[in-house]
């Protein structure tokens, strides 16, 4: 075996021992949400040709207080005068935040203001983000850094990682996308072609340049170090902290040794961006949420889709509101916190039973997704 596959192997190992899972005082249920075709039945089903679903996650924890707090990612600008499509819909969402009632504690904005980097993409996102009064929060994608390796983004929204305490839950954000090996100085490209070969899904040249890096692992273990053990952590990373897909770099390079220095820490949930799409995911103890883009949904990878994922179906070509959207994390009564995908779906008419997330996930089998049977 190579290096890749033993990595592969420990992973595997890591997600089929249940003992180590992540702390099962903390219950997560999900629901599933049908579309308003289905309530014609099958038939209506079939007439639509896909059964679109949106899923929310329910947390709640065994301790903590109450809080609640709001996720959007992958704006994906443009400057006003190329396209307002990306404008629309990042002025929904905020417009959305804004409007939480009672109010979100804070807004998490988790990369990907802009498409290309540009100084002007970046300010047309902060006006925009001017609607939210709210505390907010940044960490970057790699669609803000690569025209200028960060400088505008962090000068405007500040620089990472960060760490605060907000009622009982330690909260981390990093960078993981300033990471990419020079591929740029040797071939003499502009920053143009270094942000173009950084922007699109499965580009070559910038190869796996997403981590978190050995400063980063040192601040988490700083940061964790006077924290008990079981008391519950939330780390905002860009991309996902564990192998999903490599190929499109929906993955951390370096998740390996995230994991081992998580591995003491029994109630740890990642929320990530960069997906631009519904993602669950246990591996050891820690639990990882992906999040919606308000931007376009990309497609699953053709591998790797974690298997206490319910594929999202895929978007109406006709609707640019569909498939995307934020989401809103809100804790109640006795520490109980709702993860709930803010999906723009025109008519969500009903929810199905609680299922469970956690406790199952031996049990599931990811098999194609209905529209594909259909
Ligand atoms: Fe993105
Ligand atoms: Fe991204």
């Known amino acids: 075996?190579?290096?890749?596959?033993?990595?592969?192997?420990?992973?595997?190992?890591?997600?089929?021992?249940?003992?180590?899972?992540?702390?099962?005082?903390?219950?997560?249920?999900?629901?599933?949400?049908?579309?308003?075709?289905?309530?014609?039945?099958?038939?209506?089903?079939?007439?639509?040709?896909?059964?679109?679903?949106i899923n929310t996650l329910d947390i709640a924890y065994a301790q903590g207080q109450s809080f609640r707090f709001a996720w959007v990612?992958?704006?994906?600008?443009?400057?006003?005068?190329?396209?307002?499509?990306?404008?629309?819909?990042?002025?929904?969402?905020?417009?959305?935040?804004?409007?939480?009632?009672p109010p979100a504690d804070f807004l998490i904005f988790g990369g990907d203001l802009a498409q290309l980097g540009d100084p002007v993409e970046l300010q047309l996102g902060a006006e925009l983000l001017g609607e939210i009064k709210i505390?907010?929060?940044?960490?970057?994608?790699?669609?803000?850094?690569?025209?200028?390796?960060?400088?505008?983004?962090?000068?405007?929204?500040?620089?990472?990682?960060?760490?605060?305490?907000?009622?009982?839950?330690?909260?981390?954000?990093?960078?993981?996308?300033?990471?990419?090996?020079?591929?740029?100085?040797?071939?003499?490209?502009?920053a143009h072609e270094r942000m173009g070969h950084m922007s699109v899904l499965d580009g070559t040249l910038g190869g796996a340049w997403s981590a978190v890096g050995d400063k980063q692992m040192q601040f988490i273990s700083s940061t964790l170090s006077n924290w008990p053990k079981g008391a519950p952590v939330i780390i905002f990373t860009h991309t996902p902290l564990y192998e999903y897909y490599p190929a499109w770099?929906?993955?951390?390079?370096?998740?390996?040794?995230?994991?081992?220095?998580?591995?003491?820490?029994?109630?740890?949930?990642?929320?990530?961006?960069?997906?631009?799409?519904?993602?669950?995911?246990?591996?050891?103890?820690?639990?990882?949420?992906?999040?919606?883009?308000?931007?376009?949904?990309?497609?699953?990878?053709?591998?790797?889709?974690?298997?206490?994922?319910?594929?999202?179906?895929?978007?109406?070509?006709?609707?640019?509101?569909d498939g995307v959207g934020w989401a809103s994390l809100q804790s109640g009564v006795g520490g109980r916190v709702d993860n709930e995908y803010r999906m723009w779906r025109k008519t969500v008419f009903a929810d199905a039973a609680a299922d469970s997330g956690t406790d199952d996930n031996r049990n599931q089998v990811l098999s194609p997704r209905l529209s594909d049977r259909l």
Do not use: C
């Open 1 to 53: 075996m190579n290096a890749l596959e033993l990595d592969r192997a420990a992973r595997q190992r890591a997600q089929q021992d249940l003992a180590q899972g992540p702390d099962r005082g903390t219950v997560w249920t999900r629901r599933t949400f049908l579309h308003e075709s289905l309530r014609q039945g099958a038939a209506g089903a079939a007439a639509f040709g896909f059964l679109p679903l």
């Open 73 to 101: 990612s992958d704006t994906h600008l443009y400057p006003r005068n190329v396209n307002t499509r990306f404008v629309d819909k990042a002025v929904r969402a905020f417009k959305e935040v804004q409007a939480m009632n």
């Open 135 to 190: 505390r907010k929060l940044f960490i970057p994608g790699e669609h803000d850094w690569y025209l200028d390796m960060g400088a505008t983004w962090n000068r405007m929204f500040g620089a990472s990682p960060w760490t605060f305490d907000h009622k009982g839950v330690r909260i981390i954000g990093l960078d993981t996308i300033s990471h990419a090996p020079d591929f740029w100085t040797s071939r003499k490209y502009s």
């Open 249 to 321: 770099n929906f993955w951390v390079r370096d998740w390996k040794v995230v994991q081992e220095l998580l591995a003491p820490y029994s109630n740890v949930t990642n929320v990530h961006g960069h997906v631009h799409q519904v993602l669950y995911n246990e591996i050891g103890k820690m639990r990882s949420i992906g999040m919606l883009a308000t931007s376009w949904p990309w497609p699953y990878a053709p591998e790797g889709v974690p298997t206490l994922t319910k594929p999202m179906i895929r978007a109406d070509p006709g609707d640019h509101f």
